[in-house]
Nanobody
Framework: QVQLVESGGGLVQAGGSLRLSCAAS????????MGWFRQGPGKERELVAAIRWSSSTYADSVKGRFTISRDNAKNTVYLQMISLKPEDTAVYFC????????????WGQGTQVTVSS
């Protein structure tokens, strides 16, 4: 079992930056792939960024602006967001899946990011 707790959301002006953090419980954090998802108003949940070991992937909409990283010693995954746009407004969720599986089985409660124009 993995429990995930996000933090770092808030209100920011367009062009600003935020860093989201996701703290995970458990002693096997390094064996999980981690992802950041978001769900904007009236939109479906989408995968924004994912990290496996040290390799990462990004949605086209955030490439060059968002960076996912992890600190296995701290059981924490981060999402650094720069050059934020109003369309980045969403609830951001941290998720984990056991390496070698397809589905993200563990989810945080989400943190709101609001970007004002």
């Amino acid at each position: 079992q993995v429990q995930l707790v996000e933090s770092g959301g808030g209100l920011v002006q367009a062009g600003g930056s935020l860093r989201l953090s996701c703290a995970a419980s458990g002693r096997t954090f390094s064996s999980y792939d981690m992802g950041w998802f978001r769900q904007g108003p009236g939109k479906e949940r989408e995968l924004v960024a994912a990290i496996r070991w040290s390799s990462s992937t990004y949605a086209d909409s955030v490439k060059g602006r968002f960076t996912i990283s992890r600190d296995n010693a701290k059981n924490t995954v981060y999402l650094q967001m720069i050059s934020l746009k109003p369309e980045d407004t969403a609830v951001y969720f941290c998720a984990a899946r056991r390496r070698g599986t397809l589905a993200y089985d563990y989810w945080g409660q989400g943190t709101q990011v609001t970007v004002s124009s």
